[in-house]
Structure formats: C-alpha cells, structure tokens
C-alpha cells in the first residue's frame, strides 16, 4: 500500500519546487561567472557575432541651460544600451542565479562617442560603472552623463521660439558590418524631467542614419549613427516683462515729443532721452543673441526701427524748433501754406479739418499776419475753390504746429502698423513653428 501524501509533505514540496527556480546564492553566481566572463575562452576584445544589434535609448532628467549666444544645450540624463552576447548564457536551474553584474574590464562593449559633444568627445566609458548580465545573454549598460552637445538655434520669433537639438551617437571603431545601431525606445524619454523654469520639452524623435567615412586610398566606410532629438519650447513670460513691454514702452514715448508745447524747451531733452534708453535696450537684446544665426528675429527688427524712428524723431524735432522761432518778419512761401493746406492739414485732421479763414496783411500782400494767432484757413472753403487764393497764409508758429501734429499722426501711424504686423508674425510664427 502507497504511502498517503498528506497537505504538509504537498507544502513541502512547493516550497522546494519554488525554492530551487528562484533561488540566489553567493556560489551560484560565482559559478556563472566561472564559466562566462572567467571562462578561459571568453575574450573581451572579440564581439559576441559578426554583426552586433546594439539598441540605444536617451533619458532625460532635467535640462540645465540653452545658452543662445555660445549655440550650447546642456541636458543630465542617461543612455540605455543592450545587446546579447551568446558566450555570457547560463542555465539558471544548474548555477543560482538569474542575472550577475561586471565590469567594463571583464566583457566586450561597443566603442561609443557623442558626435556633436562640445565639453567631452572622448569613448562613452566608465570603469566603475557595472553591466547587468542576464542568464539569457543580453547585457544591460546604463550610462549617466551629463550631455553639453552644439544645437543650431533659429532665433526668427524670439521670445516665442522653439528649438530643435540633437544628442549625437556615432560607433567609432565598428563600421556598420561589424555593429548596427537601433532604437531601444520610439521617442526621448522624459517621464522623470525636473521642470526648468525657461524650456520645456514639446516632443522628441529617434532615428538612425549612416556616417560616411571616404579613406585615403578612395576606399568608403560606414558607421551607424542614431540621433535623439528633442523639440524645446520657450516660456516667454519673462522676455515679455523685461524686454517687449519696455520696448513698446520706448516706441509709444519717442513720438509724444510731437504733442509737447515748443515753448517748454523740453523737446530736445526729451527725445534724446527716449533715443537713448532705446540704444540701451537694443544693446541688451543683442547680447543675448548668437553673432551668428540662420535667420535674424524679428524681434530685433522691430527694435532697430524703433531706433530710427527716434532718430527720426529728433530729426523732425529740430525741424519743428527751427521753423517755430523762424522771424515772423519773413515771409512764409506760398508753396508752404499749399503744401500745409493740401496735404498736412488734410491728412492729420488738424483742428478737426476745420479753420477760420486766413486774411491779409496790413498792406494787403501776402506775408505774415499783424497778429500771427489770426493766421488761419478755411478748409472748406478751399475745397470748393480749386484756385487757391494766394492770400490765404500760415505764420511760422502756426506751420510749426501743424507740422507737430502731422508727424505725430505720421509716426503713430506708422509705429502702431510695425508693432501690430511684427508682434503678429512673432506670436503666430512661434505657434505654428
């Protein structure tokens, strides 16, 4: 009669059963070390097959700094890396353990450098950095770094720009016969980012070429490349405070010098003023622009027409100061009093279009009025006269001040259309990059 199986010798075995398949003991993977990587057979030189799979993925952690200027991105992260070599296979059952971990001194590795690397382009290695060895074969190698790699910067619609750069990893000694590069992951991986305060990562990409290599001799050699570029965007809240508004600021201020009386002696002190800090500022926003770019922004542009339109403004200034205390005994040209009739006064809506008629003077010639405050014309009854008569006229005062005016609603004009146009292609320019 068979002996009866009871529950506790069925819990006993189990536990055996368990026990032996995930096992670990300090024996065990010493003895798959023994017979993989201390092997006698094993060198670390030799590949592990004539064409190694080597799949790469980046991750990231956090991005440090984009300097614009210096063309620098530098990003923390790590590179993932696995292959399989069939020399490093173990039976797990027989030596108890699944997986051990050595050194770069102990097993073969592919020969790695970021291409586009401006702080270091020396071989991805590190010799107390540990490869995971599973018992299957695949080796497991995660490096962490931290990546200073050139990135191409398109400054057109700065603050509201998006940059596209690349980590760079070429094969150095194995051309693509001996070692073919792929994607571990589809995308950058930056699941565990830090926030940074001015970049954030809108997305990423993978993909894999070839580098060509011409010999000497007219001989070709291909390496495998594998680029991770990633698609950084701009938060332009600070720029916005710091330099659109004051720039807008010093835009609107340059041409208020034309409503300011002549007789405050301010105006060339004032616009001066204002020409000044707009230097200051284009000064600013060039510094922190690259001496060298594939486009120019546009925001830099707008800032240097703002900056002739100062000059423009002093300019006019001294125009208007001049003519203003011209000698009320020279006669005002009659071309001058058709040129302020017929385009000045109309296009600036001097008054309101709308002034009392001019008169004569004592001697009843053309010439400055006995009193100049009385010098003015009827512009309605000029548009029902086609000959102009010709002793309608200004006194200098009064051209002054039409000109004031007309070259404030000249600038204006001029200023608001700029602004609305630049700042438009800026803002849509950026969303749709």
Aim: charged share 20%; aromatic share 10%; proline share 4%.
């Amino acid at each position: 009669m068979s002996k009866m199986i009871t529950p506790q010798w069925m819990l006993f075995f189990l536990f055996n059963v368990l026990h032996q398949a995930n096992s670990w003991t300090s024996d065990g993977e010493g003895s798959a070390r023994t017979k993989t990587v201390k092997a006698a057979g094993y060198d670390r030189l030799v590949r592990p097959d004539e064409t190694v799979n080597l799949q790469i993925g980046l991750h990231l952690l956090t991005i440090n700094f984009l300097e614009i200027k210096n063309l620098q991105l530098s990003l923390t992260g790590w590179i993932s890396m696995e292959w399989e070599d069939e020399r490093l296979v173990w039976d797990p059952a027989v030596d108890d353990a699944e997986f051990y971990f050595a050194f770069d001194s102990e097993i073969w590795k592919p020969e790695l450098f970021v291409d586009n690397s401006l702080a270091d382009v020396s071989i991805l290695n590190d010799q107390y950095l540990q490869f995971r060895v599973e018992n299957t074969g695949l080796v497991e190698w995660e490096l962490p770094r931290i990546f200073v790699v050139h990135c191409d910067i398109d400054i057109q619609f700065f603050p509201f720009d998006k940059q596209s750069c690349l980590v760079e990893l070429t094969s150095w000694a194995y051309s693509v016969n001996e070692l073919v590069v792929t994607a571990l992951y589809e995308t950058v991986q930056y699941e565990e980012m830090r926030t940074n305060g001015e970049w954030t990562i809108e997305s990423s990409k993978v993909e894999t070429r070839n580098f060509t290599e011409v010999k000497p001799g007219g001989t070709e050699r291909s390496y495998s490349v594998i680029d991770f570029t990633i698609i950084i965007k701009r938060n332009p809240s600070h720029y916005i405070s710091s330099t659109i508004l004051p720039i807008l600021a010093t835009s609107v201020l340059s041409i208020l010098v034309f409503i300011l009386p002549v007789d405050s002696g301010e105006k060339v002190g004032y616009t001066l003023t204002v020409l000044l800090a707009e230097a200051v500022l284009l000064t600013l926003v060039q510094d922190s622009m690259p001496s060298s770019s594939k486009s120019i922004s546009y925001l830099s542009v707008y800032l240097a027409m703002t900056l002739v339109l100062g000059v423009l403004c002093v300019i006019l200034t001294v125009l208007v100061i001049r003519v203003h205390h011209r000698s009320p005994n020279i006669p005002v040209p009659q071309r001058i009093n058709v040129l302020m009739l017929k385009m000045c006064i109309p296009l600036s809506c001097w008054r309101g279009c709308c002034c009392s008629r001019g008169k004569k003077n004592a001697n009843g010639k053309v010439g400055p009025n006995t009193d100049p405050s009385e010098a003015y014309v009827d512009i309605d009854y000029q548009k029902n006269n086609e000959d102009f008569p010709e002793d309608y006229l200004f006194a200098w005062t009064e051209i002054a001040a039409v000109m004031d005016w007309f070259f404030f609603i000249l600038l204006s004009t001029i200023t608001a259309l700029c602004t609305v146009v630049l700042m438009s292609i800026v803002i849509v320019g950026g969303i749709i990059s």
